[in-house]
């Protein structure tokens, strides 16, 4: 599937998302996971169902709220899906980190860092 930025309109390149060191979550996804990158702005896109794979296998054990979702200008770069992202706030105790989401496709847009800054939190590494 390809996909263009929705930032800055550039076409996204596949990319692994670096799940290989932790083996339970390269099994979940299956491969390494791959998602999106963008070489002009530096906004990565873990497609919808790579989300929800890793939300089903890490247990948040009820810490992490979303604490704010706005509707934003910018478009799901999912094909077929014409939604708006939400500009989502989430909130783990005393961490917080703004992401892009997709409420219908689950799709996240995020900024560089903040994929393992979620998933790290999540994990409670951090």
Request: with cysteine; hydrophobic share 35%.
């Amino acid at each position: 599937m390809e996909m263009n930025c929705p930032r800055c309109a550039q076409r996204l390149r596949r990319v692994s998302l670096g799940l290989a060191r932790n083996t339970s979550y390269r099994d979940l996804v299956g491969g390494d996971g791959e998602g999106y990158a963008c070489a002009a702005c530096g906004v990565g896109v873990v497609p919808g169902h790579v989300v929800n794979e890793l939300m089903r296998g890490i247990d948040v054990g009820g810490r992490m709220t979303e604490r704010d979702r706005d509707t934003t200008r910018l478009a799901c770069p999912t094909e077929n899906c014409f939604a708006n992202l939400d500009r989502v706030t989430l909130s783990w105790e005393h961490e917080f980190v703004e992401i892009e989401q997709c409420g219908r496709c689950a799709t996240m847009l995020l900024d560089p860092g903040e994929f393992p800054k979620v998933f790290k939190i999540e994990r409670g590494d951090g």
